[in-house]
């Protein structure tokens, strides 16, 4: 078991996409890791344009094998991790909050 770093630039045409399977309990329940990428999203920051910054724990190897075969790959690219020794808060404007936004226009 390790914490990561995640940072990916998410799929501008994909994001209602996404807030409606991360609301409507599709990932969450996804076993076995749907709670922790439901809870991921939830500390997700929007550090630069289109870039998005989490930390996340993962059993797998490679790092997020699972999550990105499942989930991840739809709707991110440019996916980057880094083991860290515990959970970060990332400055920026919170991810679930811009993808409720984008779910309205």
């Known amino acids: 078991m390790a914490i990561y ?16 399977k991360l609301t409507d309990e599709t990932i ?11 809870n991921s999203m939830k500390r997700a ?5 289109n870039v998005i ?8 190897s490679p790092p997020l094998k699972h999550e990105r075969e499942t989930v991840y790959n ?3 690219t440019d996916i980057k991790t880094k083991v860290i020794d515990e959970y970060v ?4 404007e919170l991810f679930m909050d ?3 936004k984008k779910n309205k226009e």
């Open 5 to 20: 770093s995640v940072k990916a630039r998410c799929i501008e045409g994909k994001m209602k996409e996404f807030y409606q």
């Open 28 to 38: 969450q329940n996804q076993k076995p890791d749907g709670q922790e990428i439901i």
């Open 45 to 49: 920051k929007i550090t630069k344009s």
């Open 53 to 60: 910054q989490w930390s996340e724990m993962c059993f797998c």
């Open 74 to 76: 739809q709707f991110f």
């Open 89 to 92: 808060e990332y400055e920026g």
């Open 98 to 100: 811009f993808l409720a």
